[in-house]
């Protein structure tokens, strides 16, 4: 059974830059992904990036292509996701997931493990 834990949300100006971290408890394999996604107010839960813990698949959103990175420490069992040039369009609150697949997912429904979400807000 996964547990996972999100931080680094807050409030940030457009152009400006943070950090969110996915603390992993209970991972004994090496064929999960690790999925980050948002939903903001009204809208539908869309994947944003994803890792494979096998180091062979990653996956970004077009939306967030070049301004954020998905990373992962093998011995932490974090994965965090550095977003860049942030915009108003990415406000939304941010839920790290997972499953046991060999290969990114990009929907929710391949993801059956969540965090509990935490808040970006984009806005000057």
């Known amino acids: 059974q996964l547990q996972l834990v999100e931080s680094g949300g807050g409030l940030v100006q457009p152009g400006g830059s943070l950090r969110l971290s996915c603390a992993v408890f209970g991972y004994t394999a090496d064929n999960y992904i690790i999925g980050w996604f948002r939903q903001a107010p009204g809208k539908e839960r869309e994947g944003v990036s994803c890792?494979?813990?096998?180091?062979?698949?990653?996956y970004y959103a077009d939306s967030v292509k070049g301004r954020f990175t998905i990373s992962r420490d093998k011995f932490l069992n974090t994965v965090d996701l550095q977003m860049n040039n942030l915009k108003p369009e990415d406000t939304a609150v941010y839920y790290c997931?997972?499953?046991?697949?060999?290969?990114?997912?990009?929907?929710?429904?391949?993801?059956?493990?969540w965090g509990q979400g935490t808040q970006v807000t984009v806005s000057s």
């Open positions: 890792i494979s813990t096998n180091d062979r698949s990653t």
């Open positions: 997931a997972a499953d046991q697949w060999p290969i990114c997912g990009t929907t929710q429904y391949e993801y059956n493990y």
